[in-house]
Structure formats: C-alpha cells, structure tokens
C-alpha cells in the first residue's frame, strides 16, 4: 500500500525535518502516528498525500513509485486517499454539504446519485440539522465533523488523518474513531496522527512514533 | 430532505459588483466595435466608389490649337462618337453639352461670362456593358487618328486610389482589432493569476483532492468566459448605439462628421458588431485556461 525508504525531507535549505524515515503500511491495517509537537508528523503526512515531493529515499504508493511516476498520474492517485487536515480546509463559500459532496464531484459523480449518501453521513456525524450552513457558521467541533464526512464520504483507499479529534469533546471522539474503524473494516488503509493517548490506549492498532524526525516502531498492531 | 435535488455550489465564489477587469473589457470591446464598424463603412464606401465609377469611361477632346474646316472640335467629338459606337462592349453614349460641361466647373469658377472664353474639352460619357472587356489602349489611339487631341480616362486612377484610401482604414481598423485582442488576453491573463491568488486556498485544496488541472481550468475558464461576454457585449451595445444615432443625425439632414461618408450602419453589419463579444469571450476563455494550467504545472 505505502512504502517509504529511507526518505528525508527538508524545507529550503533548512534543517531535516524526517531522517531516513523507512516504514510500511499494509492494505487494511489501522495505525497511529505520534510524536511531539515539532516532530515531523504533519510533514510525513504531506508526503503520503503527494502535496510535497521528498528530499530524498523512495515512496512508493499503491504500488507506485513516486519519484518515477508521471505527473500526470497523481490526481488519480490523490483521489484513492481521504484527508483530514489539521486546518480543516474547508470552502467557506460552500454548504457543509457542498463541502462534504467534494471529493464525490471530483470524482465525476452527479448529485442524483450521491445525495442520499452524503445526507446519510452528515446525519451519522450529527449534522443532519446543518448540512445548508457555511463553515464559518459552524462551531470548530462541527468543522472538524464536516471535515471528516468529506474525508471518508469516497471511501478511499487511504485515510489520512492529523489531529482528528482535536476539537471534539470525548463522546463524539469515540462515535468518530468507530467511523474510521468501520471504514478500516471496509478495507480501507488508517493512519491517524494524534496527541491523544486515550484513543491510543483504547486501541490495540500499531502506533508508530517520530522523534527528532527519525521514526520509532512502538508497538506492532 | 432525503433523496431531494439539490442546487450544485459553485466551486469558486461569486464576485461581488463590477470587477476592473469588467470595465477594462467593457471600453476595449467598445473601440473594438468602433474599429470593426469603421472598417465596414470604409468597404461600403469603396464598394460605392467601385460601383459608381467602373463599368464608365470618359473621352475628352479638346479644342485644337488652330481650328481649320476639317480640324475642329464639333467634327473631331462626332468622328469620336462614331468610333465609340463601332466599340463592342460599349452600352450607351452621351455626349456633354457646352452648359452640361459649364456646370461641372461652376463650382470652381464660378458662372461668370468669362467661363463661355474658356477651351473648354468636349465630354462623351460611355458605359461599358456589364463584364464587357474594352481595350482602352486600342480605343485611345483609334480616336487619335480621327481626334489627335482626346484622351480616354476609364477612372481606374480614381478608384485605386480610392480603394488605397478605404484599404487603409480597413487594414489601420484591423490592427487596432488585434492589438485590442492582444490587450484583452493581457488583461485576462493577469486577472486570472490575480483570481488564482485569491482564491489560492480554494485551488491548493481541490489540487489535493485529486482534481484534475482540467476541472479546477473549468471553473475559472467559464467565470472569465461569462463576464467578459456581458461585459463586451455591454461595450459593442454602446458602439451600436452611437452608430445608430449617427445614422439617426444623418437621417435627420445633420452632417455628424464633417467630409466623412455616411457613417450609420446598417441592420447586418450592426449585428456583425456583436462579433466582438463573442470573439473577447473565446479569447478570455482560452487565456484563463491556459493561465490556469500554466500555474497548476508549477504545483508538485
């Protein structure tokens, strides 16, 4: 599914922020990524979801080696991966549910046919009563919801997550964590980056650590 | 709720009031059909040129130097009549009389007793049938023979340089067409890299979801297609209007512009006006996209 060899990164001529960071994540298995703040979390994930090129090493996804891959083959590998951002990113001038349709219009979907389906998820994350609101409207937990819907509505292949619940109190963690856990029963490949060692305790998953850049294997899921 | 269509949001949001850009496209496609309206009188004109004088010839014959029982102008002007009537090709002859010849100088001169002193030339006015080909050279020196002082003046001199006159409107109107063209894809290609900044954000995020350069081209190209079109077709309205009401003061006995030809236009080539905002359109259309894609290839 994704491998990374030895890969390096640094922005400019800065210092590294990943050292030869080697890993593997089969299909289907479910990780955490932890680490300090500073640690190289967010950059790790900004190469798995192809928005920066490494510095050095290999990363091959889906059985694609990036470093030899053309171009012009990356939207369709970037359509496979779910991501929640950290920053949500969501389009202020669009609905939640606009927000939430996204991935399933660039997919070329019509709405006919994924009305149903994005309505179903915005109820299943409690937003059934919000769907027309425009995310500045929204509280930063809603935010967070709405970013989520959006990241597995698709049902990729790859869900990336940073920090996903982080403005959420613990109960809509929990329903949020049993919605990644149910897309990974799905088949779909979960690694999520996160600070909160109560989601990490309650899970038997493989937690993967960054420290200084480099990468720790903590436990094996 | 369930199951109901729904309005699609539009990927990029809505711009409030007239952009800059909006104006700037507006008063270029104004000049621009300034321009292609000019051009189109001038091939009018010519084309009127073209028509009033081709298919005439003019002979003169002047007054011999000393006038002698065989040499003079009435016996020279009938022997040239006759030789025109031999010419095949040639329609119809009409000989100028004295007064017909006194009224074409009186402009100039004026109708004083002192124009009836003047040599004046005897004028025949021929018409030359319609695709009749007639040898001027041949014809000139028949009459020479019986009328040693006439020439033939089939106009051409006129007309070329008449046509060179409108050809220069036509080709000054076509250059000023194109450096319009060149001026609004200028202008849209910078406010389409002005909109990607803007709406950086917007096209980092469906860069990552995996849209295609094509898709997020799309929605910039058809915003940009969309306003230009109404804001060049509110400019090409303006120049119909000013060339109506110029057509208008014509109509009324008002010389708009003093020594110019007519200058209303007629219905055809007022919708022939309408070009420009088509045309403003595909040039925006394409420049967006090409700006666009331009950008997205500078992104991993």
């Known amino acids: ?221 | 709720m369930s199951g109901k269509k729904r309005e699609r949001g539009r990927i990029l949001p809505r711009e409030k009031g007239a952009a800059p850009l909006d104006v700037v496209i507006g008063v270029m496609a104004f000049l621009a059909a300034l321009a292609l309206g000019a051009s189109m009188l001038a091939d009018r004109q010519a084309e009127g040129w073209r028509q009033g004088l081709a298919g005439r010839l003019t002979v003169q014959v002047l007054q011999p130097e000393h006038s002698t029982r065989t040499r003079n102008m009435e016996t020279e002007t009938q022997a040239a009549i006759d030789i025109l009537r031999g010419t095949p090709g040639i329609l119809a002859i009409t000989p100028m009389s004295d007064a017909d010849a006194a009224k074409l100088i009186e402009p100039w001169i004026g109708a004083d007793a002192l124009v009836k002193d003047l040599p004046l030339p005897r004028l025949i006015d021929a018409t030359i049938a319609p695709g009749a080909r007639v040898d001027f050279a041949t014809l000139e020196a028949r009459l020479k023979t019986v009328a040693p002082d006439s020439n033939v003046d089939d106009h051409t001199r006129w007309i070329a340089r008449l046509q060179s006159l409108a050809d220069t409107i036509i080709y000054a109107a076509y250059a000023i067409l194109a450096l319009i063209a060149v001026a609004t894809a200028a202008a849209v290609s910078f406010a389409t890299r002005a909109g990607l900044e803007a709406h950086h954000d917007i096209v980092a995020l469906l860069h990552q979801m995996g849209a295609h350069s094509g898709f997020i081209a799309r929605a910039f190209e058809w915003h940009y297609l969309i306003s230009t079109l109404a804001a060049s077709a509110a400019g090409a309205g303006f120049a119909a209007v000013t060339f109506l009401a110029l057509g208008g003061l014509e109509f009324a006995g008002v010389e708009a512009v003093p020594f110019l030809p007519p200058l209303g236009l007629n219905t055809q080539e007022l919708v022939w006006l309408f070009a420009v905002p088509v045309v403003s359109g595909l040039i925006a259309w394409a420049t967006a996209r090409l700006s666009v894609l331009a950008a997205l290839r500078e992104i991993y």
């Open chain 1, 1 to 221: 599914m994704i491998r990374f060899e030895n890969v390096g990164m640094r922005y400019g001529p800065g210092p590294e922020v990943l050292r030869d960071v080697t890993f593997q994540l089969e299909p289907g298995t479910f990780t955490f990524l932890t680490g300090p703040s500073g640690a190289g979390k967010s950059t790790l994930l900004k190469l798995m979801f192809l928005a920066e090129p490494p510095s050095r090493g290999l990363i091959t996804l889906f059985g694609t080696d990036l470093a030899t891959a053309r171009r012009s083959a990356f939207p369709a590998l970037r359509r496979r991966i779910g991501v929640v951002f950290q920053d949500f990113r969501l389009l202020s001038h669009l609905s939640a549910f606009d927000n939430v349709a996204l991935p399933l219009r660039l997919a070329g979907r019509k709405s006919d046919d994924y009305t149903r389906d994005v309505e179903e998820l915005l109820n299943w994350v409690g937003l059934g009563d919000r769907m027309n609101a425009r995310p500045p409207t929204l509280s930063g937990g809603e935010q967070q919801r709405v970013a989520i819907a959006r990241a597995v509505v698709g049902q990729p292949d790859l869900l990336l997550a940073d920090e996903p619940t982080g403005n959420v109190d613990p109960e809509i963690a929990q329903r949020l964590i049993r919605l990644f856990g149910e897309l990974n029963r799905l088949g779909t490949t979960v690694l999520i980056a996160t600070h909160d060692r109560s989601l990490i305790e309650r899970s038997r998953s493989r937690e993967m650590r960054l420290v200084d850049g480099r990468l720790v294997e903590l436990r094996r899921g």
